[in-house]
């Protein structure tokens, strides 16, 4: 995912990138999705869906309901042991993301020092 920053600030050089970064912001817009990338972050294996919603203390049906929303975004897959499916993290879509953010920060950061410096200009000659 690339974005390119212009004079309408960071903007995605496709339509399917702009969607993908907008299906993870808004994936991990809810506070139990958070959570559940943050348990399968931690965890080293990658577990059975029953077992996720015992840990989690969720119904298998809330539980569905958030993993579809994280594999939607790219976030997570269900990948199949039987009869039982298991949860894999995908740290792509996070790490698209975070790039996303990264880029946004140097964007505003470089806006708001030519601003600092604007303002500097101003106190230095009031004349001006």
């Known amino acids: ?6 004079d309408g600030g960071l903007q995605a050089r496709t339509e399917g990138d702009a ?4 299906a993870v912001f808004a ?3 809810h506070r139990s999705r958070r959570d559940l990338v943050v348990y399968l972050a931690a965890r080293t294996d990658s577990p059975r869906m029953s077992q996720v919603a015992a840990d989690r203390g969720v119904s298998p049906q809330l539980l569905n309901k958030h993993t579809a929303a994280l594999e939607k ?12 499916r298991r949860l894999v993290l995908d740290t792509v879509a996070l790490i698209e993301a975070q790039q996303w953010i990264v880029r946004a920060r140097e964007y505003w950061t470089a806006r708001l020092d030519a601003l600092d410096s604007y303002i ?9």
């Open 1 to 6: 995912m690339v974005y390119s920053t212009g």
């Open 27 to 29: 994936a991990l817009s």
């Open 120 to 128: 500097s200009t101003l106190e230095d000659d009031p004349d001006a």
């Open 73 to 84: 975004a790219g976030l997570v897959r269900r990948v199949g042991d039987g009869r039982e």
């Open 19 to 22: 969607d993908r970064l907008d």
